[in-house]
């Protein structure tokens, strides 16, 4: 791939410089442009300039809309802006989305204030294209959907057609539009590259001009007739293409002979010119300034190119890696804020210039499977493993540098001869990712008697969680920072994997605020029969797993059981699966019915089938039959646990006894595992409840905002499929149902009281849109969610609205969901152990939430804050919309540093802003700050 882009560039400058008339845009990299050899850099500026050059969007990859969370969408379209600025001191103004499979207005949001002008996309299901034709109105100003003034608005152009090719941008009929494609004359591709269409592009020669003229500004004015102005936008190009001079030329010389004859000819009422981007807004605000064109707000979710083929299947498609993504991303922020926090606090520390390279390196491996064919999961499977190499290493980089600036932020007195190199700290990731692979384990070798575990939180507001450790000895204790002992538990079970090598896991509750990390202490202690979690087993057989586990019983005769916190009582068949909740709110008990089931799909038995993007299931889902599963039961003093074993899966629910935000949920882990599955096989969880939500129910849209979904009759199941990044609720005049997810799939509500989650997807065939494989390379796979049920506040109204909100519980779960605590296990000497707190910021209202903290050079930071609307008719006590923004108080900024406000990208600064005063960030919004490094 470098090769080629070099190739590219050196062509791209040899051309553009022979054909000033010749103007270029687009690409998917900034590298792309921009690579190549040194030499060229000069050339490719005055391209820039003089705007024979544009690049557009200027992000790492053309992102996905539907999976790709809004962080990570910021991230690479950050780490791509600050390329360009670097490099060619170069600010992109329009964006260019034309290929990921459906489109959503979190990525207009984050241009609108990236410093964009315009959009132009392509995948948009054909009959909504067909709708906006009509009306000549495929050129609108998208607009946010809680936006009633039009301050959100960013002016868009939809492209009519089925693909953004050549023989599907010149007008409607792509056998004709083919025939001006030079790249297909003979003489030029070299490699049998036709038109399917059996009429083949000529030469335009002084004998067949006109005609070819002719018939081009024909297909020209009809589609003209669909849009309200006489400017045309035809894109000439395709993936891969101008990799060689023949093409240039071909294309160029070819165009220009019609341009001149057009041009030169008044009676055509047409002019035509090469042109950018730029080019063509500039004209279209000369003929019709955006303020004339329509309004249009929602999202273009879920897109089908022809018939019945909705592209649902990739929502959900190798979601190992999915998962993975959610973890790097939390990973990498964290790295991000601690890195950010540690140089604001010592500015002389050798380590800095390795560890920014470290986190470049990250950024990129993260930015990178933002593609529209990486966290799709629609990649060929040795492209699959390639961005999961990357990504391993990204982790691992991550982990570096966190425990790197976790040192300087604890010391008293900074090292400022911090190398870079040296391990501090072993960071555990908690189970998150990788269940078969090892987890650090707590031990204690000979003469060691203690060890110190730094536990970091990287969010903006107080922390109390249980943590969980993993210890080879069930005979320990723990104390806190004040040497005082902390009440824990200790569970048999380590891990979902089967376990090889004796391990239990210690959990504990920990109260941490925000911006802050706090030091516990691990040793070994005598027996504490108050500790031990019970394990109740519904099978004897399985007894030989807890043989040295004295707090252990078999129970022959299976039966429904409960678990009980202070909020509620979950209720459990005798196969271990939740049948029923009881809240216990102020005033009384309310049951809530909900079962979970797991249900598989097939796919047609004839004609198109279900692939890596496509869900064509053979009709409704059917159960899965559990006949004995094995099931155990682990309750204890923090959490209790009910874990069945059934064909596929390991499903696991929790249930925590302590106060607060993590006390009102329902924790579920599904392991799952198809990879042996002979057959087309695709597994969803179905949770049911009579909560009369008819056919309504909201999704979330890239973890940033929620919109209102309707199921359709009309349309087929697989359209009803929509993603979920993040979060989906039911909800009627009582009870709201919402859960959330710490990895994207597809979701449904296909039935009143019901919603749907895929799991994972195992196809054994192509479904003919470009990946040429099956789905097949399936491994065990961990999926997590949190399930909550809220009673809806008395008095207070339901809003038929486009758009929702979480409640201020949900929203602190998914933030603390999606930021997990840090647990960093100290390699140092254990009687010189780190200090125990340090703390960096105070906390912010519960809305507002530090999402990006960005090093940016000469030592400045880049930050970025999010206001989030929460809905004060569910969980009240966690609602909260008062305060605004302080930077003192939220970053420690002092009063003499400089403060301006900025784009998301940091590439173009407003104006400076008090670090005093507080300030007010409306709900719904993002805010980007740039902290100057002097």
């Not at 249930?655 to 599904?670: F, P």
């Amino acid at each position: 791939m470098k090769q080629e882009l070099e190739v590219f560039s050196n062509n791209m400058v040899l051309k553009l410089e022979e054909n000033r008339s010749m103007k270029l845009f687009g690409l998917k990299y900034p590298s792309s442009p921009c690579g190549g050899a040194n030499h060229l850099r000069l050339p490719k500026i005055n391209f820039l300039k003089r705007g024979q050059l544009e690049i557009v969007t200027g992000g790492w990859v053309m992102t996905d809309e539907a999976n790709s969370h809004y962080y990570s969408i910021i991230e690479q379209l950050t780490h791509g802006h600050q390329w360009l600025l670097e490099n060619l001191d170069y600010r992109p103004r329009h964006s260019w989305s034309i290929d990921p499979f459906g489109l959503s207005p979190t990525l207009p949001m984050i241009l609108k204030n990236s410093g964009f002008e315009t959009l132009t996309v392509q995948r948009t299901h054909y009959s909504v294209k067909k709708h906006l034709a009509k009306r000549k109105q495929l050129e609108f100003r998208w607009r946010q959907l809680w936006d009633g003034t039009g301050y959100s608005d960013l002016l868009t152009h939809m492209m009519p057609f089925y693909s953004y090719d050549v023989p599907h941008t010149c007008g409607p009929d792509p056998k004709v539009c083919c025939q001006f494609d030079f790249k297909r004359l003979p003489n030029v591709s070299g490699y049998g590259f036709t038109c399917p269409w059996k009429k083949p592009p000529i030469a335009i020669t002084d004998r067949n001009v006109k005609a070819k003229a002719d018939l081009l500004i024909d297909q020209y004015k009809k589609k003209a007739q669909l849009y309200s102005t006489n400017v045309l936008l035809v894109p000439l190009g395709d993936d891969f293409r101008y990799d060689q001079l023949s093409e240039w030329d071909a294309q160029y010389h070819n165009y220009q002979k019609i341009f001149d004859f057009v041009n030169s000819h008044s009676s055509y009422h047409v002019h035509a010119s090469f042109g950018t981007l730029s080019d063509y807004f500039a004209a279209l605000d000369e003929a019709k300034p955006a303020k004339y064109f329509p309004t249009l707000s929602g999202d273009f979710f879920t897109y089908a190119d022809r018939d019945d083929h909705y592209w649902s299947g990739y929502f959900t498609s190798r979601p190992f890696y999915k998962r993975m993504d959610r973890v790097l991303m939390s990973s990498l922020r964290s790295a991000e804020v601690l890195l950010s926090l540690a140089m604001r606090r010592e500015r002389k520390v050798e380590a800095w210039p390795v560890l920014l390279g470290n986190l470049n390196e990250a950024r990129a491996s993260h930015s990178l499977f933002q593609h529209h064919d990486g966290v799709t999961g629609t990649a060929k499977d040795h492209v699959v493993m390639d961005y999961a190499n990357k990504m391993l290493k990204a982790l691992r980089l991550c982990q570096h540098i966190i425990q790197q600036a976790a040192r300087v932020l604890l010391l008293d007195e900074v090292d400022l001869t911090q190398a870079g190199d040296e391990s501090f700290f072993a960071v555990e990731d908690d189970d998150r990712l990788m269940t078969h692979s090892p987890h650090t384990l707590l031990t204690f070798p000979s003469g060691i008697q203690e060890r110190h575990v730094v536990f970091v939180n990287t969010l903006t507001f107080t922390r109390k969680e249980i943590v969980n450790l993993r210890v080879e000895n069930h005979l320990v204790q723990v104390k806190d920072r004040n040497g005082n002992i902390v009440p824990h538990q200790i569970s048999p079970v380590c891990s979902l994997a089967e376990q090889e090598s004796l391990c239990y896991q210690l959990s504990f509750e920990i109260e941490i605020g925000p911006m802050s990390l706090v030091t516990y202490v691990v040793e070994p202690s005598k027996v504490d029969n108050k500790s031990l979690a019970n394990v109740r087993l519904f099978e004897a057989l399985w007894e030989y797993k807890y043989n040295d586990w004295p707090a252990r019983k078999v129970e022959t005769q299976p039966r429904d059981f409960s678990l009980e916190n202070d909020y509620m009582t979950a209720t459990f068949d005798k196969t271990g699966f939740l049948k029923a909740v009881t809240l216990k709110t102020e005033d009384n008990l309310v049951t809530v019915p909900i079962r979970i089931a797991f249900m598989k799909y097939s796919t047609r038995k004839s004609g198109d089938k279900s692939g890596a993007y496509l869900f064509l299931p053979d009709g409704p889902a059917q159960p899965i039959i559990i006949e004995n599963p094995r099931v155990s039961v682990i309750e204890g003093r923090f959490k209790s646990q009910v874990i069945v074993y059934f064909q596929n899966v390991i499903h696991v629910t929790t249930v925590h006894t302590v106060k607060g935000r993590e006390g009102k949920c329902i924790e579920i882990h599904n392991l799952v595992d198809i990879s042996q599955v002979q057959s087309n096989f695709e597994l969803a969880m179905r949770i049911s409840t009579q909560i009369e939500n008819e056919n309504v129910f909201y999704t979330d849209l890239n973890g940033l905002q929620i919109i209102r979904r309707k199921r359709l009759s009309k349309i087929p199941l697989q359209a009803n499929y929509y993603p979920m990044p993040s979060a989906a609720y039911i909800e009627d005049g009582s009870m709201r149902m919402t859960i959330i997810s710490g990895q994207p799939l597809g979701v449904a509500s296909l039935n009143p009281g019901q919603i749907e989650i895929m799991q994972d997807r195992r196809l054994f065939q192509d479904d003919n849109r470009g990946l040429e494989q099956g789905v097949m390379d399936n491994r065990p796979t961990l999926a997590v969610f949190k399930l909550f049920l809220e009673p809806r506040e008395p008095l207070c109204p339901t809003h038929d609205s486009p758009w929702g909100s979480l409640s201020g519980l949900v929203h602190s779960s998914i933030e603390a969901f999606g930021s997990p605590l840090g647990h960093l296990l100290w390699n140092g000497d254990p009687r010189a152990g780190p200090p125990p707190a340090m703390h960096y910021g105070s906390p912010l209202p519960l809305h507002l939430s530090l999402v990006v903290a960005h090093p940016l050079p000469n030592q400045a930071t880049g930050v970025v804050f999010r206001s989030a609307a929460l809905n004060k008719c569910f969980s009240p006590r966690f609602y909260s919309t008062e305060g605004s923004l302080n930077m003192t108080a939220a970053l420690g900024v002092k009063s003499d540093e400089n403060v301006f406000e900025s784009t998301h990208t940091f590439n173009q600064l407003g104006p400076a802003v008090s670090t005093i005063t507080s300030l007010p960030i409306c709900d719904n919004s993002l805010s980007s700050y740039f902290l100057s490094g002097t």
